[in-house]
């Protein structure tokens, strides 16, 4: 089945303590890239990656990195999670960001910093 | 820089009847997609429907329907016989297709659908 798989689902963490979000899909896609979701703001693009070993910065990559090493993989890392990261968030994948395809969402990650 | 507005926070309509949500987007390019994902309580993103700016023909999906109007910058979703399983969230989506970053979100519309 073609998904894209997040985990955990949920995590509560306290402040400064590093932790990993991981993000895989099946499909082959190049694009993939993540968002976090805030009541009353929508959804807001946190990193992308157009393919392996090339990643970007979205609208709000403060306090995250990301990598890319392998082209179905694209872990969210927070090496000192603050009170301001609680928030849902999405991984997502498309084939070809250039041919406007549809993205594929992964189930989301609930996370609450302490 | 794109920018997607949907004004209306919540809607709510009864079962069986049609019920339209507004978007309207900010752009200076003429070619990109536009998009309506549903986000039920479950909160998995799913795509309802998908539009091809260069298009003129509004696209359809079943009860869903879209009215562009790309000189005014306007993405509405129609969405007909309501049932009870539409209520969600739903998202108006903006991607460049020259840059092809990323996809902008409007703010999100919450539609009840009673019985």
């Known amino acids: 089945e073609a998904q894209v798989t997040q985990n955990p689902r949920y995590l509560i963490t306290v402040t400064g303590k590093k932790l990993t979000v991981t993000c895989s899909q099946n499909m082959n896609h190049e694009y993939m890239s993540w968002y976090r979701q805030d009541p009353g703001l929508g959804l807001r693009q946190i990193y992308y990656?157009?393919?392996?070993?090339?990643?970007d910065k979205g609208d709000v990559p403060e306090g995250y990195k990301v990598s890319r090493k392998e082209k179905r993989n694209f872990p969210l890392i927070l090496e000192s999670p603050s009170p301001n990261q609680t928030s849902l968030y999405f991984c997502a994948s498309s084939l070809s960001a250039r041919l406007g395809t549809e993205a594929f969402f992964g189930q989301g990650t609930r996370l609450t910093v302490v | 820089a794109q920018t997607v507005t949907q004004s209306q926070p919540e809607m709510s309509v009864q079962e069986a009847e049609t019920v339209t949500l507004s978007c309207t987007y900010d752009?200076?390019?003429?070619?990109?997609?536009l998009f309506w994902y549903k986000q039920p309580p479950s909160r998995q993103m799913i795509l309802v429907i998908r539009q091809e700016a260069y298009k003129q023909q509004n696209a359809t999906e079943n009860r869903f329907s879209v009215n562009f109007q790309k000189a005014a910058k306007s993405f509405s979703l129609k969405i007909s016989d309501s049932q009870l399983g539409d209520t969600a969230m739903y998202f108006c989506a903006f991607m460049n297709w020259q840059a092809g970053t990323a996809l902008i979100f409007g703010k999100g519309t919450t539609l009840s659908v009673s019985s």
């Open positions: 990656s157009m393919n392996v070993e090339v990643t």
């Open positions: 752009t200076s390019e003429s070619n990109y997609y």
